[in-house]
């Protein structure tokens, strides 16, 4: 099994996501950032700040008026459930939530 690295992980789903999305789009040029900032998580209260922060991008952005609005931001059954569904999903060999 190979190993990779967050960044290279990262890369690949950012070049193919921007191939797509141009495609779609007709354009050509970049459609992310270059940088990426990754950071560890150490405590539950740290994961939960961390999955606000991100739950409220769209609607800082403007795209939403309130994140659940936002049909790219969670599968249905984390926003049914919590972060606990997100902690387990995280686990070896749980399941991710659909």
């Excluded at 950071?39 to 991100?54: A, P």
Aim: glycine letters at 8%; charged letters at 25%.
């Amino acid at each position: 099994m190979e190993v990779c690295s967050l960044a290279e992980i990262t890369d690949a789903v950012k070049g193919a996501s921007a191939h797509k999305i141009n495609k779609i789009l007709g354009r050509k040029g970049k459609v992310w950032q270059t940088e990426s900032f990754d950071h560890v998580l150490r405590c539950s209260e740290s994961l939960d700040q961390k999955i606000e922060y991100i739950r409220q991008n769209p609607v800082r952005r403007g795209l939403v008026s309130n994140w659940e609005d936002y049909s790219w931001i969670w599968p249905k059954q984390c926003v049914e459930h919590g972060t606990a569904e997100l902690r387990s999903a995280g686990q070896p060999g749980a399941a991710v939530p659909t």
